[in-house]
Structures are given as C-alpha cells and as structure tokens.
C-alpha cells in the first residue's frame, strides 16, 4: 500500500492528529512510508477526514 499526498495540501493537521505516526505537517503535509504497513486504519481515517482530499491510498 503506498500513500501520497496530491497537490493542495492546506495543513490542517487534521491527518497528524488522527494518525502520527505517518503524517507529519508543517507547510504541508509529508508521509513515513515506513510507518504505513503498521497503521493501515488511522491512514485511511485520515484520508477520509482531508478537508481538501489530498491524501490518496493505493
């Protein structure tokens, strides 16, 4: 499973606070791909609570 943030991140943080392990934002958010495999649930929590729909899983 990989996951991407698309352009038009306006970091709200929304997926940091739901799933830190994996999301960390400062000017926009940035993905641990390392992190992905063992948080499979809060990232797609997160990606359903993006504001915008930037976060993209696959």
Request: one cysteine or more.
């Amino acid at each position: 499973m990989t996951v991407k943030i698309e352009e038009g991140c306006i970091a709200c943080g929304a997926c940091e606070s739901i799933c830190d392990a994996v999301f960390k934002v400062e000017d926009v958010a940035t993905v641990n791909e390392s992190a992905v495999a063992d948080n499979i649930d809060c990232v797609k929590e997160a990606a359903d609570a993006c504001p915008v729909g930037v976060i993209v899983v696959e």
